[in-house]
Each structure stands twice: as C-alpha cells, then as structure tokens.
C-alpha cells in the first residue's frame, strides 16, 4: 500500500519521497479511466456493448498496458510520456507528446467538472443544475480544491486517489453489478433479447464508424502512473504488475456494470441527455431502493472529482520535469517543499477556470462543445501514437537498455501489440474527422476547425524549444537527449 | 537578462492564446440556436424516408428541472438496426442550455458521446446510437424538415 520510504530522490533539485507502492500506482490508473458515466452511454449498445469493449481492449488497453509496462520499467525517469517519447525521438517528440495531454485536459476539464456539478445538484435538488451560478460555483470549487491537494505533493494526492478510488468509483461500481446479479437471480425479466455469440458484434459500417474513435479512447489514462515514477518505491517490479492490477479492474467493472444497466434498464429509456443520475434512479427505483439515489450521486460525485484529480495532477507534474529541463522558461518550473510543480498547477487552474466560466455562461460555447471535444480525441490520438511508436523504436535503437519487464515475443511481439496499438489510434485519428451526423453545415468546415484547433494546441512546444535559452534549465535537473 | 522577464510572459501569454483560440473558432463556426417556441414536436415534421418503420412511440417527461414533455420514437431499419430519437421542450434557454452541459458530460472515456444531440428552439433531439444511417443519408431532409418549424 502506501508507506514512507526513508530514500527520497532528487530531480531539479527538489527531493521526492518514495510513498508509492503497487496498490497506490494501480489506483492511479483506475481513477483515470474507470468512470460510471461510460456505463449507462454503453448499456444502450445491449450485448454488442461486449464486442465493443473487446475491441477497446485489443486495439488499445491491453497495447496500451504492455507498452506502458516496458516504457515504465526500462525508463522509470519522472515525466511519464515526456521521458519515454524523449527516448524514442529526442525532445521535441516528448515534448509534444506530453503537452497534447496537458492541452487535451484544459478543454476536458469543463466537462467534467459540469458533471461533478450535475451530479452533486442531483444529489442536493436537481433544478440547481440549471443555475449558472451554483454551476460554476461548484466547478470551481471542484478544480481549486483538487489543484490544492497536489499542490500539498504526492502523499495527500496518493492518500486522496486511494480512498476516492473505492468510494466513488469501485462502491458504485460494484453496487450496479451487485443489483444486475440479484435482478437476475429474483427471476425478473430482461429487457435485452435472449443472448447468442452473434449479438455481441458490433454493427461496424459507416455510420458507426465515429463512433470507433471513442471506443479505442475508452481506456485512455492507463498511462497515468508513468507519470509518477520518482515517486515510486520499486518502479521495476510495480509498474508491470500495477498495470496488470488496474487493467484487470477497469475491464470487469466496467463490462459487468455496463451489462447490469444493460439488463434492467429498457434502452429507450437511456437517454443520455438527460444524464447518467437519471438512468442510475431508474435502475434503483426498479430495485426498490429509490433511498440510495442521494447518496449514490454523492459518491459518483466523489469519482468525478478523482478522476479529474489523476488527469490534473499527471500531465502537469510531467510538464513541471519538462521545465526543470530547460524547455521551458524558469517560471514553469518552480515547485514547492512538497516537490508539486506549483506554477503548471496555477496556470492550468486559471485558463481551465476561463474556459469553465465561457462554457457555463455562453451558450454558443455550451452548443459547440462538441467541437472542442473533438480536437481533444485527436490530441490523444497524437500522444498514444507517439508511445506506440517509440516502444518499437526504443527495440532498435536502445537493444541493450535494460527492460525488468518487456512485451513478450521479442521484436516480433513488439511489432504485433503496438503495431495493434498503432492501428487503432491512428484508425481513431482518421475517424476522429468524419463530421458527426447532426453538423448542418460543409464538412469541410468541421475537418480545418478541428485541425486547426489541434494544431494550435499542440504546437507551443516547438515555441518554446525554438525559443529555449541555456539559463532555463534548473540546477541539478538531467536534461538534453538520451537517445 | 532584462528581456528574459518580458519574454517569459510573452510566451505564457501566448500559450493562453493558443488555448483559447480554438474556442474562438469554435463559436465562429456553431452558430448558436436561439430559443423559441415550437408549436408541434419536431420530430412528427420528419418524414420516414422508405426502408425505416416507426415501432414504438411513447410520450415522456424528462424528470430534470423545466422539461414540458415530448416523445421517444423508436425506428428500425430493414436490417433490425434500431435508433431511438426522444425529443422534449424545455420552458427556457437556461433549463434546456443545462441539458446540453450534462449531455456533454456524458462523453464516453475521453471521447465522443453515444449519441448526437440536435438543438431546435425550445425543443432537444436526442439520437442514439450515434450517426445513425437514417441521420447520415437523410441529413438535408431532417435539416430542411426542421427548418419549416
């Protein structure tokens, strides 16, 4: 679990106390991808929710895992995707890599902080939702209080993602299954046609095609605790295993969950504009525990918050290393006593707050978010590639580096698991730019706004490399290429 | 030295910028659907190209906050393929902009939402599965039908 280790290490001069072990690392990873609202989206797809969640895992958890795996044994330097990507293609690819996360975040955060604040006025009286003000209110509160706990380091953070982990993510998680189970087992009907092999396939056309790129992004974040590496105790033998342990508890969580909702709840009642509470006070109200609605949207409240905290808290302490290296100008990287990278936090904190405050109080914002959404999957499309490419690079250009855990099958195995990687992000890329159904307008449109928009947020690196002076690098912090 | 100051906030300012940016182009490109009373649901306008058959309609409140009412069609296709489209009318801007915000926080992981989410007046049309064949094909038609409303 979760200890003080009387060893610290020291990067850029700030000393960082090994205080994470298996458990705490793998509770990284579950607070960033395991998330109740996929469940009810999910359930209306019926048993081929199953045939898409295998493809989630082929095409991206189980690459995703492996290469994170070597990445982070063979690598274990702080920055996450930044050292790895660095190993691969120098600097620049790293930085680029990192900083399509961080970016991606800033125009996430207000969509997850609204659901943080729907949820908790759902909780408390509904028709608060529809107040801007008790809205952003919360918002704001939810992302301040958050940047707070990792300002106070990594232990508050750790102790803070454990306990909110269960609370708000694996209780209502495993409540849903609990009741599915008993639904099945009192004899009550299902509202889903009788079960065969062929319902578990996906219609995959056309049409459905977009809808590929979300699937691949499901299990997004398994990365995160890469980007905890100097914190962590014995990162050789916890990294693959941590890995392992959180892939393992998203999948069934998030399969069996999904079929619970799935079984009880008649699709057409799944109606995701009116939010995921309002399918978990159907699924309740049928089990006869109508009582349990409040405090279960207290406790998914709780999960919002942790999974904003594991993606909040992991981009921008990969930036903070980013800085101390020298990429970045010197105000970026001061840290405080507790070694969190203070200023990334404030400055991700004061644009997430302007974009939360025009997305709550301008509708043509709220109305075109999607669009922003959009530029956000292609972000994190750029970044997996970038992994995916560099765990095969690194085969070829450092063979000898020595790996405690390495994707199996040799270069071959290589190829295969992050070649599968590599198809399905790139595949999410491409599709990532087919314009939705409901855009009216020329889909021309939608294919510049949305690669302009993420050019822009994701070219300040070559900015700021382009700009870089000797002076910018900290005292004591490792630096400059690797390969 | 003295220009290092001055040139590090340029820098963060320029990185605010191209955050903010895109913001910008976003509102440039979605034009904003002004509310308005709709006399009839809007989906009933929209007539069924050949091939797709109306199997279940419901009328339905929304339990959130302002929601008047309105009526979830269930459609299939030839192939079985099944769209739901629930419509409801919301008695202002501020209780149906609320129900976008929550429809946009229903994104599956880090992606895009099950579904798609068509604004019209007081009305919200909610289609899932998202990108439907009956939506892709038949995109002027609904937008021309709704237009007329």
Not at chain 2, 10 to 37: D, Q, Y
């Amino acid at each position: 679990m979760m200890s003080e280790a009387a060893a610290g290490d020291s990067a850029g001069g700030v000393s960082r106390k090994k205080v994470l072990g298996l458990f705490a690392l793998a509770m990284i990873n579950v607070a960033a991808v395991l998330s109740i609202r996929n469940f009810p989206s999910m359930a209306i797809y019926g048993w081929s929710c199953i045939g898409w969640y295998i493809i989630g895992t082929v095409l991206f958890l189980i690459p995703i895992s492996l290469a994170g795996a070597e990445l982070a044994t063979g690598w274990p330097e702080g920055g996450g995707v930044y050292a790895w990507v660095k190993q691969a293609f120098g600097e620049k690819g790293g930085f680029i890599a990192l900083f399509c996360e961080w970016s991606n975040n800033l125009v996430w955060f207000p969509t997850v902080l609204s659901f943080i604040a729907s949820t908790l006025a759902f909780a408390l009286t509904p028709d608060l939702a529809v107040n801007p003000w008790f809205m952003f209110s919360v918002m704001m509160i939810a992302f301040w209080g958050t940047t707070a706990i990792a300002y106070f380091g990594e232990e508050a953070s750790t102790h803070f993602s454990n306990v909110g982990v269960i609370l708000g993510s694996l209780i209502p998680a495993g409540l849903i299954i609990v009741l599915g189970v008993w639904w099945l087992g009192s004899g009550q009907g299902l509202v889903l046609p009788p079960f065969s092999p062929g319902a578990i396939v996906p219609a995959i056309d056309l049409s459905t095609l977009p809808f590929f790129a979300t699937i691949v992004l499901l299990f997004a974040g398994m990365e995160m605790a890469g980007f905890h590496a100097l914190e962590t105790r014995d990162p050789q033998k916890d990294f693959p295993r941590a890995m392992a342990l959180s892939a393992a508890i998203i999948v069934v969580c998030t399969v069996l969950a999904t079929l619970a909702i799935a079984v009880v709840i008649p699709a057409s009642q799944l109606n995701l504009a009116s939010g995921v509470m309002q399918a978990i006070q159907y699924f309740f109200n049928a089990a006869g525990i109508a009582w349990l609605v409040g405090p279960m949207a207290l406790l998914i409240t709780l999960g919002g918050v942790v999974n904003l905290a594991a993606w909040l808290i992991g981009p921008a302490k990969g930036l903070g290393i980013v800085a101390e290296e020298g990429n970045m100008p010197p105000m970026f990287d001061r840290t405080n006593k507790y070694g969190a990278p203070v200023a990334v936090l404030v400055l991700q904190a004061l644009i997430g707050s302007m974009i939360s405050l025009l997305y709550v109080f301008l509708p043509s914002v709220n109305q075109a978010y999607w669009l922003l959404s959009a530029m956000t999957v292609e972000l994190l499309c750029i970044v997996y590639i970038l992994v995916f490419a560099a765990v095969i690079k690194l085969r070829y250009s450092q063979p000898d580096r020595p790996r405690p855990f390495t994707i199996p099958g040799g270069k071959a195995g290589v190829w295969a698991i992050a070649g599968l990687g590599l198809f399905g992000t790139v595949l999410a890329f491409v599709v990532g730019l087919m314009p939705p159904s409901f855009f009216a307008a020329d889909g021309t449109l939608y294919v510049a706004a949305v690669l302009i928009g993420t050019f822009l947020l994701a070219v300040p690196p070559l900015v700021f490399l382009r700009c870089r002076k000797p002076s910018w690098k900290k005292a004591g912090a490792s630096g400059g290429d690797e390969s | 030295m003295t220009l290092t100051p001055r040139m590090e906030h340029g820098l963060v300012l320029l990185l605010v910028l191209m955050v903010l940016i895109p913001c910008g182009l976003v509102i440039a490109i979605v034009s904003e659907v002004p509310f308005r009373e709709i006399p009839s649901d809007p989906a009933e306008r929209v007539v069924l190209p050949d091939g797709y058959t109306v199997t279940l309609v419901n009328s339905t409140t929304w339990s959130l906050p302002g929601a008047l009412g309105g009526k979830t069609y269930v459609i299939m296709d030839r192939n079985g393929n099944r769209v739901i489209v629930a419509t409801q009318a919301f008695a202002s801007a501020e209780e149906r902009d609320a129900v976008i915000r929550v429809y946009n926080a229903n994104a599956i992981g880090r992606g895009r939402q099950a579904g798609g989410l068509i604004v019209h007046g007081q009305y919200i049309i909610s289609v899932t599965p998202a990108d439907p064949d009956i939506i892709q094909a038949h995109r002027a038609a609904v937008a021309s039908a709704l237009s007329e409303i």
